[in-house]
């Protein structure tokens, strides 16, 4: 079967106008030029010189450069979940394809917090860095590795990923601006594989695992959705989303309520439940009265 | 024209992410998890087992009766004959013994290793992953839209 995924992007393809996103955030030593090498397998060509920041007010470069900034942690962070998500499945002895792609993620998530520390630097002007930290995966020594492997998996890729896809897709149609559009599209293109790995994987593992592995994703379920909900939920930065800080790749938080409720209705429910896993109270939990509750 | 905004807003807010969430559904989660074959014929699975067939047990034959006619000779050489039989037997039961002692301790090896493993995977099993942090914190990340 094959899927138009990235609509002519290629995933594999290398950017011949590469340069080095945020090099302040670098070593200064010879690793540099392997991690190019590495950073340089980016589905898209990011046009830098082509922001159009310049045209916006100070308060709404603030509001942008406030959200990359934030956008840069999360990405940050996310570099550990694929590192400790890796550990698990390397305990629940998963297919080689499915480490391969997992440590992968990482790599990827390291070339999207530094787009983000650059777009941030792009709006303020300043060479800022994500804080330190490591993100947390539940740690159950009692429960199976192949349950707890794919309880995580449920977690960072099949909820968080693929909602992650949906809200870039999004996005992506009401950006305008080149740069953002051509940084979220990179992103974007990632996202896809970090969330198809997530299905692969709790389709194989259902099929090896049985009636143990549903379960164990059914129990996981309500607490994924609550972790993506508790961001869309949180506090923003101060500043309004005017109509010029739209098409540089914002969306209001009400919008977001409306894009994640939507995604749990048409796309995450009907994936558990082809997949024979139950899902509970996911529908009323996240429906109508909680996306227009902003 | 602000009756058309509003209708642009209402139509807007109806259809935000629907066209992102159909493609989504198609090409992450119907694509990943191949749901266009029925769970238990696509990946992993494995062969049933092959039936087991026993070998058809093979009769003896009885040995021929002995000529009168050479009784005497036939009844020496017959207890010849049984004491060399006894005393094969009795190799024989002596080997058996050897062979069934030998076996019982190999046994008796192969159950400790097996309890040795199944312990130690025991072991790994519950051992929690390294660096895993013990205090509860709330679980989650998704892209900052805003």
Redesign the interface.
């Known amino acids: 079967m094959s899927v138009d995924v990235l609509g002519g992007i290629d995933p594999q393809g290398r950017d011949d106008s590469y340069e080095p996103t945020s090099p302040w955030w670098l070593s200064g030593t010879p690793l540099e030029a392997e991690h190019h090498r590495l950073m340089r397998r980016r589905s898209v060509p990011i046009p830098w010189a082509a922001s159009t920041a310049d045209q916006l007010t100070a308060p709404e470069r603030a509001r942008l450069a406030a959200t990359w900034m934030r956008r840069s942690e999360a990405e940050y962070l996310a570099v550990s979940t694929f590192s400790v998500l890796a550990i698990d499945l390397v305990a629940a002895r998963a297919p080689a394809d499915v480490l391969s792609l997992c440590l992968r993620a990482g790599i990827d998530e390291v070339r999207h917090a530094e787009m983000c520390v650059r777009m941030a630097k792009i709006y303020s002007g300043e060479q800022n860095l994500p804080p330190p930290g490591m993100s947390y995966l539940p740690d159950d020594p009692e429960a199976p590795k192949l349950h707890q492997a794919l309880a995580n998996t449920m977690l960072v890729s099949c909820v968080s990923e693929t909602y992650a896809t949906t809200v870039l897709s999004a996005t992506r149609e009401l950006t305008t601006d080149p740069t953002a559009q051509a940084v979220l599209t990179a992103i974007y293109s990632d996202e896809v594989m970090h969330a198809r790995l997530g299905w692969s994987y709790m389709r194989h593992a259902i099929e090896t695992g049985g009636q143990g592995v549903i379960d164990a994703a059914a129990a996981m379920l309500p607490r994924a959705l609550r972790g993506v909900a508790n961001v869309v939920e949180a506090e923003r930065p101060v500043g309004d989303v005017t109509p010029a800080v739209r098409t540089h790749g914002l969306m209001t938080p009400a919008e977001e309520r409306v894009i994640f409720s939507t995604c749990v209705r048409e796309v995450l429910v009907p994936g558990f439940q082809a997949l024979g896993i139950p899902i509970g109270s996911a529908l009323e939990d996240y429906g109508d009265a909680w996306a227009n509750a902003a | 024209m602000a009756k058309h905004r509003e209708l642009a807003t209402v139509m807007y807010?109806n259809t935000?992410?629907?066209?992102?969430?159909?493609?989504?559904?198609?090409?992450?989660?119907?694509?990943?998890?191949?749901?266009?074959t029925p769970?238990?014929m696509?990946?992993?699975?494995g062969g049933g087992k092959k039936a087991e067939t026993t070998p058809p047990a093979t009769e003896t034959q009885a040995p021929p009766a002995a000529d009168n006619a050479a009784a005497d000779e036939a009844a020496k050489k017959e207890a010849a004959d049984k004491e060399a039989a006894a005393k094969a037997a009795e190799e024989q039961r002596l080997l058996a013994e050897k062979e069934a002692a030998d076996k019982k301790a190999a046994e008796e090896l192969a159950a400790k290793e097996a309890a040795d493993k199944k312990a130690a995977e025991e072991a790994a099993?519950?051992?929690?992953?390294?660096r895993?942090?013990t205090k509860n914190?709330?679980?989650?990340?998704?892209?900052?839209?805003?």
């Open positions: 807010a935000l992410g629907r066209s992102s969430a159909s493609k989504i559904w198609r090409t992450v989660v119907f694509a990943g998890a191949m749901l266009v769970i238990g696509g990946c992993g699975g099993a519950k051992k929690p992953r390294p895993t942090q914190r709330p679980t989650g990340r998704g892209f900052i839209l805003s």
